[in-house]
């Protein structure tokens, strides 16, 4: 059971939104630790996609965005495409286990 | 250019230890701390520990306590994994990445190692 909770799975058509959400507790994301996203597409390494809640690294496009409230974070998608079916994570502090917690991942699929 | 490059897949008896390595190049390697991350069959990313590549402080999660050596080589800019008493479950890819100051980000990751342990 993991200490960050996502829906197993997502899905959405060519175009469309989805948006994955990640609970967590007072101990990580309520206590203003910040979450992360990444992308894991299979035999690759992850990939950041979002750091410190809503900020997107260089390169990654601009229908990547996240978001953070109470113990909640959010990673939304717009415009999607077939290239981003893969696995998404999100990853924080936790300060009860004094280390770094990941959801358990949500996999989009892409119709 | 900034990567880490990690050693090759291994396969060990169970009770056996693995040490995986992880070669960090286009940064400054003390500024930064390496994680350790495993992927399992069908699981999910699994945090397993930090070491600071600037003074070797390590931080252990407490499932591999006992289990897990993190050190790293600042002059060959080299990071490593060892784990021991392997068991079934540790089957997975290992991965390694670097780790931001603070209570941050992971950003780049290691291409993995995939660890099987069979008898």
């Known amino acids: 059971q993991s200490v960050l909770t996502q829906p197993p799975s997502v899905s959405g058509a060519p175009g469309q939104r989805v948006t994955i959400s990640c609970t967590g507790r007072?101990?990580?994301?309520?206590?203003?630790?910040?979450v992360h996203w990444y992308q894991h597409l299979p035999g690759t390494a992850p990939k950041l996609i979002i750091s410190?809640?809503?900020h997107r690294p260089s390169g990654v496009p601009d229908r990547f965005s996240g978001s953070k409230s109470g113990t909640s974070a959010s990673l939304a998608i717009t415009g999607l495409q077939a290239e981003d079916e893969a696995d998404y994570y999100c990853?924080?502090?936790?300060?009860?286990?004094?280390?770094?917690?990941f959801g358990g991942g949500t996999k989009l699929t892409v119709l | 250019q900034l990567q880490l490059v990690q050693s090759g897949a291994e396969v060990k008896k169970p009770g056996a230890s693995v040490k995986v390595s992880c070669e960090a190049s286009?940064?400054?390697?003390?500024?930064?701390?390496i994680s350790w991350v495993r992927q399992a069959p069908g699981q999910g990313l699994e945090w397993m520990g930090w070491?600071?590549?600037?003074?070797?402080?390590?931080k252990y999660a407490q499932k591999f306590q006992g289990r897990v050596i993190m050190t790293r080589d600042t002059s060959t800019t080299t990071a490593y994994m060892e784990l021991t008493s392997l068991r079934f479950d540790d089957t997975a890819i290992y991965y390694c990445?670097?780790?931001?100051?603070?209570?941050?980000?992971?950003?780049?990751w290691g291409q993995g190692t995939l660890v099987t342990v069979s008898s």
């Open positions: 990853q924080s502090y936790d300060s009860n286990v004094s280390g770094w917690v």
């Open positions: 990445a670097r780790a931001m100051t603070g209570y941050n980000w992971f950003d780049p």
């Open positions: 286009g940064y400054q390697f003390t500024s930064y701390g």
């Open positions: 007072n101990s990580n994301i309520g206590s203003n630790y910040d």
């Open positions: 410190g809640n809503n």
């Open positions: 070491i600071s590549a600037y003074n070797g402080n390590t």
